[in-house]
C-alpha cells in the first residue's frame, strides 16, 4: 500500500492514473485533518469538493476516492447523493452498491433529509442491495410529495420484492401521478402473474 494511512488503496487497484488522483486528493485535505477522526475528515473532503468548480477535476477526484480504502470513504459518498449533479449521484450509487461493509442504517437515515434528488439516489441504492429490512423506511417514502421520489420508492420495491413490496406497489399503483402509477405497475408486472389493465 502506499500514502498515509487516511489515503490507502484497495488492494489489486491499478495503479495507472490512480496515483496522480490520489495525490490530488491528498492535495485537498489539509494536514490538521489528516490526523483526525473520521467524521472531520469526512467533513474536510465535501468541503474540499464543494468548492471544486471544474466538472472533469471533481469527477476525477471522486473516482480517485473510490479506489481508496478508509473507514470514512462509505460517509463521503453517502453525502455525495445530494450532489446536484446527477452524474456525482450515480457515481455514488455505484460506488456505495459495490461497497457491501458499511451499515444500511446510514442509507436509512439519508432517506430522512432533503433534497428530493438524495432521496431517490438512496432509494436506487437501497433497490442495489436487495434487502428486505428496507421496506420499512421506504414505506415512509410513498406519500412524498415528490413524484420521482415515489418513482424510485416503486422501483426499488420492484427490486427488493415480496409479499410487503407488493403491497406498497398496489398502493403507488393508485397515485395520481401517471409517472408514479406506470412504474409501480411495471414492477408489480415483474413480480406478479396478474396484469394491470
Not at 21 to 47: F, H, K, M
Not at 51 to 62: A, E
Not at 76 to 94: K, S
Not at 147 to 168: N, P, T, W
Request: proline share 6%; net charge positive.
Amino acid at each position: 500500500m502506499t500514502g498515509p494511512k487516511y489515503l490507502r488503496r484497495e488492494q489489486g487497484q491499478p495503479q495507472a492514473g490512480i496515483d496522480e488522483s490520489l495525490r490530488e486528493v491528498e492535495g485537498i485535505l489539509p494536514p490538521e485533518v489528516q490526523a483526525a477522526d473520521a467524521q472531520a475528515v469526512t467533513n474536510a473532503v465535501l468541503r474540499k469538493l464543494d468548492i471544486i468548480r471544474d466538472r472533469g477535476k471533481k469527477t476525477r477526484m471522486i473516482r480517485a476516492l473510490g479506489h481508496l480504502d478508509a473507514a470514512w470513504i462509505p460517509s463521503v459518498f453517502l453525502e455525495l447523493l445530494g450532489d446536484p449533479v446527477e452524474e456525482v449521484r450515480d457515481m455514488a450509487v455505484r460506488e456505495l452498491a459495490r461497497r457491501g461493509e458499511w451499515p444500511s442504517s446510514a442509507v436509512y437515515e439519508r432517506l430522512n433529509r432533503p433534497p428530493w434528488y438524495a432521496k431517490s439516489a438512496a432509494l436506487r441504492l437501497l433497490a442495489e442491495r436487495k434487502e428486505k429490512e428496507a421496506i420499512p423506511h421506504i414505506r415512509r417514502l410513498i406519500d412524498d410529495p415528490n413524484v420521482d421520489v415515489k418513482r424510485s420508492a416503486a422501483l426499488a420495491l420492484g427490486a427488493i420484492g415480496g409479499q410487503e413490496a407488493r403491497a406498497l406497489l398496489v398502493l403507488l399503483a393508485r397515485d395520481k401521478s401517471s409517472y408514479v402509477r406506470t412504474a409501480a405497475e411495471q414492477m408489480l408486472d415483474r413480480l406478479c402473474d396478474f396484469k394491470f389493465s
